[in-house]
């Protein structure tokens, strides 16, 4: 609002001293909501308008004839003064355009001030203020100002989850909670999860410092009312501890005992099922939450509940993947149960044959102690033998728990180095282990790369099978990079068709007359995904293939 110059000159010309008076009539007519001040040329009051009376908290009667410097200090914002005005505003530190004014006890009122200087002449007989109070105005501004930040800090999170991989969530959702927290003005926010049980339970939680965190674990089934809430889908909105209902008596206990102002339960569905909570509290006072406020905090809800539902889809899979593999290492040990049944049967023909020798020993008229001893020796390895085939199948056969440990690849490899030696006989193939001493360990699962390995061994195998005898080997070696650590196993099979290395890894695609497709299927499964690996096929130039694992070393 700004009261033209030429208005308040035109109306001194016209009519004298009393121009002021004249001007000040009209303006405070047309300008009913601004505050209109009267100034003589001392700058003392001479109109003091109703509305003045409303911005100051001053009287009309207490303001006029004094000065105005007594009643309101004027403060002016960066820039707000403009040359024009400084000549002849400065000496009674008036200011046209932004300020804060400083009325009685301190108040300070964010203001916009168009001032005009009366005159007669060259002589200046006077001063018109009209004061605009910006208060509404910069709170408008103020929530336009958070309202767009936080859209922006939204826009931050989805664009960081959109693009997050699933072993990486939770560290996000921690991070983002204490934004939000921030951004909030508030203390403490905790999310849960909806557990497989059907139960909520807090997985990540926040908290400023001198205030206790929401504890980790199953949600609170004691708060009958918010727990209904929450199942049936509503926002749980309390702004204060009275917007509790009557028979919410649990949680105005828990909120009282607490400490807790004011809070805030968003609960988030996926498809029309339940996925996860988001709770804001605060502590230091009560406080509102607006309608754009709960949409916004919806929508973050909505990008933590999506980027768990993506994590927890991805562990489904990954479980059914070790279940698949489990079967395929089940079927695996069913084909080769006539080669381990062969295996089982020397050592436990020899164990029987031992003990019959001690037996006749020891019912001669006089026993050889000697030979008796050497030939329980000989027991006791064949038992031993036997012992060690069976505790190795069963290691390949127990469920994989999908833990990390730290693999010995060469050690893993001896363990089936028996099975493989054991079925590569039946074939008439030489079995060679290249394995690199001191080979650094793999972080993954001992039993899965087992299977892997075994799997492309008898792979190997299964292509030599009608190939002519003298010439069939098979090669596993083990090498080491810099940052990873590489397996190969080498066939001297028939030259491989490009359509074979093009499919070989598609699920139920296979060359065997009853085999499933399968195997390298779940392989690659292990080795990408369960190990963030690498592994293809390479043609060799004599025939047959050499299929290339590589596995990180961290």
């Not at 931050?156 to 939770?170: K, N, P, T």
């Not at 490899?413 to 290249?434: I, P």
């Not at 002519?468 to 080997?473: I, L, R, T, Y």
């Not at 390479?538 to 961290?554: D, E, I, S, Y």
Request: glycine share 8%; net charge negative.
């Amino acid at each position: 609002m700004r009261l033209e110059h030429e208005f308040g000159e035109r109306l001194a010309r016209d009519t004298g001293l009393r121009a002021d008076e004249l001007a000040l009539d009209h303006v405070a007519d047309d300008r009913a909501t601004d505050a209109v001040v009267g100034l003589d040329a001392r700058a003392q009051v001479t109109f003091w308008s109703s509305a003045a009376e409303k911005v100051y908290g001053i009287a009309a009667t207490d303001a006029l004839g004094r000065p105005f410097a007594d009643l309101v200090s004027c403060h002016p914002d960066p820039g707000g003064l403009t040359q024009k005005h400084r000549h002849f505003l400065g000496s009674i530190n008036l200011v046209n355009g932004p300020a804060t004014h400083v009325a009685r006890r301190g108040r300070r009122i964010p203001v916009w001030v168009s001032v005009v200087a009366l005159r007669q002449g060259q002589r200046v007989t006077g001063y018109v203020l009209v004061v605009r109070d910006d208060t509404e105005h910069l709170l408008l501004t103020v929530k336009i100002r958070e309202r767009l930040e936080f859209e922006m800090l939204l826009s931050e999170m989805s664009a960081r989850f959109s693009g997050l991989a699933e072993d990486e969530v939770d560290g996000e959702i921690n991070l983002w909670l204490s934004r939000l927290v921030e951004m909030l003005g508030v203390e403490r926010s905790s999310f849960a999860e909806l557990q497989p049980g059907g139960r909520l339970a807090v997985t990540h939680a926040y908290a400023v410092s001198g205030v206790n965190a929401y504890p980790q674990g199953p949600v609170n089934q004691t708060l009958p009312w918010i727990t209904s809430q929450l199942a049936a889908g509503r926002n749980v909105v309390l702004s204060r501890l009275e917007d509790l209902p009557e028979h919410a008596v649990e949680e105005r206990r828990v909120m009282t005992e607490s400490g807790l102002k004011a809070a805030i339960a968003i609960p988030v569905s996926i498809g029309g099922s339940l996925v996860c909570v988001l709770t804001f509290g605060a502590f230091g006072q009560a406080r509102t939450w607006p309608g754009d406020v709960i949409s916004r905090l919806h929508v973050a809800g909505e990008v933590f509940a999506n980027a768990v539902a993506r994590r927890q889809a991805k562990q489904r899979l990954v479980q059914k993947q070790q279940e698949l593999a489990h079967v395929a290492r089940v079927a695996a040990m069913g084909e080769l149960a006539s080669v381990i049944a062969h295996e089982l049967d020397q050592p436990l023909t020899a164990v029987v044959s031992n003990a019959q020798a001690v037996r006749n020993l020891l019912q001669s008229g006089e026993p050889d102690l000697a030979s008796a001893d050497d030939a329980l020796s000989d027991v006791i390895d064949s038992a031993m033998r036997v012992s060690e085939i069976v505790q190795r199948e069963r290691r390949l056969l127990r469920k994989s728990q999908g833990g990390v440990e730290q693999v010995d690849l060469n050690d893993a490899l001896r363990e089936v180095e028996l099975f493989v030696r054991a079925e590569a006989r039946q074939f008439g193939v030489r079995v060679t282990l290249d394995l690199l001493p001191g080979l650094p360990p793999v972080p993954g699962s001992r039993v899965q790369l087992q299977q892997v390995a075994l799997n492309l061994a008898r792979n190997g195998l299964q292509a030599m099978k009608d190939q002519p005898a003298g010439g069939k080997e098979l090669i596993v070696r083990t090498e080491s990079g810099t940052e990873e650590v590489n397996l190969s196993v080498t066939d001297s099979g028939p030259p491989a068709e490009e359509s074979l290395l093009e499919r070989m890894f598609e699920p139920f695609y296979t060359t065997k007359v009853d085999g499933l497709g399968m195997g390298l299927s779940i392989s690659k499964t292990i080795i990408v995904d369960g190990h963030r690996g690498r592994i293809r096929p390479a043609r060799n130039p004599g025939g047959g293939l050499t299929m290339h694992v590589a596995l990180p070393r961290k």
